[in-house]
């Protein structure tokens, strides 16, 4: 039998999607987690985990409903 291999740790892959969200939308444009879970190949939850710790670093992440946001990235 061979060994699995294990999958990266998810911290590393949330640090990826946080700044992969900071050069796509960093201007102030309208975030939908389907779409961008689509776009960066991850799930939902792993957006809106990512959009939590942007508002943890002190961000500020407002829904616009029907999950869409406006995410305003700390300096």
């Known amino acids: 039998m061979t060994a699995k ?3 990266p740790a998810e911290p590393a892959r949330a640090a ?6 900071r ?3 960093a201007k102030g444009r309208r975030l939908v987690v389907a ?3 689509a776009a960066f ?3 939902e ?3 809106r985990n990512a959009l ?3 508002r943890r670093d ?5 829904s616009l409903g029907d999950g869409a946001f406006k995410v305003r990235f700390p300096r």
């Open 5 to 7: 291999t294990r999958r």
């Open 16 to 21: 990826g999607l946080k700044e992969w969200l």
């Open 23 to 25: 050069t796509n939308y």
């Open 35 to 37: 779409d961008a879970a």
């Open 41 to 43: 190949g991850c799930l």
């Open 45 to 47: 939850k792993q957006v």
């Open 52 to 54: 939590d710790q942007v």
């Open 58 to 62: 002190g961000g500020a992440v407002e």
